[in-house]
């Protein structure tokens, strides 16, 4: 099977898709799949990489994808062309099957996979629905929220009152009156801690609504919980599988549990400083805790018609004890040092098969969409 590999990408997590990618394809078992190259660059153009890319990340465990820009290896995309969508100066590349690992806007918020169920060609991960919801923040806590699951108490912010001082100023004392401080800030479309900050008072929190706007139109402020961070991996397919036994089958694995030793989870803490958090698999947990994490992370993932992959994240009230949902990521990290993984890992699930059970998922959904009707 000729599997292409996408990384790069459109967005503020370009870098990290660099990273993930490269271990995604230093780990593809070589005897099942060929492995093609696409890198996206930052201005959104997409480009075939030459083979050689592939043995460097190979022959060097810490290597990151490079992108090289030849302009006679961009690659065109011909809609609803299946294996022959994707093409090189005319010549078709006969993929099969196509790897996401990008992360963040145009590419994990369902606009890449939009662009791919136009091209017939079926690929891992959520789909275009529940990519473009579980990217929004504020959508993916209303539906939570719809189907009784627990959430942080929360407000969005739209820039249209950032823009009228009048409802800004309103909003701004209305939001620390019920909320009191701390606070989280966080654009509402952007993975990986982009744009979001801490704000232990007015003038802090001021200044992350300033740096939250400049990365998205919605910001989502939370109160701020005195917490432990928890995740937890979730693999199936929420639409379409019933058969447990089946590789579709919705199933939680290990929680693992985030120490960070910066202030919060941010941004440097996750890719830039190797002592940033300590991460600990399984979660210092209870029996009866691990399987409230596991359950509720199998309802937020269904909830979402979630589909392939994604990481649940929770918090856990240091001084109540009480669990709150905080985040999905669809197209989460899977860098050496990601959390994804490393917790499928601790439950039995090695590396290379999750990647196998990843494409047979993808698989088993696009077989299953190909039945439904689409015209009398």
């Avoid at 660059?41 to 890319?53: S, V």
């Avoid at 199998?298 to 979402?304: F, G, M, P, R």
């Avoid at 197209?331 to 890992?345: A, E, Q």
């Amino acid at each position: 099977m000729n599997v292409a590999v996408l990384f790069g990408g459109k967005s503020s997590e370009h870098e990290v898709s660099l990273v993930s990618a490269a271990s995604v394809a230093r780990n593809l078992d070589k005897t099942k799949y060929k492995i093609t190259l696409i890198g996206i660059t930052k201005d959104g153009r997409w480009f075939l990489q030459d083979e050689d890319e592939l043995n460097r990340i190979c022959n060097d465990e810490k290597a990151a994808f490079k992108i090289t820009e030849a302009k006679e290896n961009q690659v065109s995309i011909l809609p609803f062309g299946k294996e022959a969508a994707f093409s090189v100066n005319g010549k078709p590349l006969n993929i099969e099957m196509v790897f996401p690992v990008v992360h963040g806007t145009y590419c994990e918020d369902g606009k890449l996979q939009g662009l791919l169920e136009c091209a017939d060609v079926p690929y891992v991960g959520c789909g275009v629905m529940s990519s473009a919801v579980s990217m929004d923040k504020e959508k993916t806590k209303q539906i939570w929220e719809q189907e009784g699951l627990p959430v942080v108490p929360y407000y969005c912010m739209k820039r249209a009152e950032l823009n009228d001082t009048k409802k800004y100023d309103a909003t701004f004392e209305k939001i620390i009156k019920d909320f009191g401080f701390p606070l989280f800030v966080k654009p509402c479309n952007a993975g990986s801690s982009v744009g979001a900050g801490k704000a232990n008072n007015a003038k802090e929190f001021s200044m992350a609504l300033m740096e939250a706007f400049l990365w998205d139109n919605k910001v989502l402020i939370e109160k701020a919980v005195n917490a432990r961070e928890i995740e937890c991996s979730v693999t199936g397919n929420a639409e379409i599988t019933a058969d447990e036994k089946a590789a579709g089958n919705v199933r939680a694995y290990t929680p693992g549990e985030i120490v960070p030793t910066h202030e919060f989870y941010d941004y440097d803490a996750k890719y830039n400083d190797p002592d940033g958090a300590a991460l600990k698999i399984p979660a210092n947990l209870d029996s009866e805790k691990i399987k409230e994490v596991q359950e509720i992370a199998k309802k937020a993932y269904s909830a979402l018609d979630a589909s392939g992959l994604s990481r649940v994240d929770f918090f856990i009230d240091k001084d109540s004890g009480k669990l709150y949902l905080n985040e999905i990521n669809t197209l989460p990290g899977f860098t050496s040092i990601s959390m994804f993984p490393k917790m499928c890992d601790a439950a039995g699930l090695k590396y290379k098969e999750l990647l196998d059970l990843l494409i047979e998922e993808a698989k088993e959904k696009y077989s299953n969409n190909k039945t439904i009707q689409t015209s009398r």
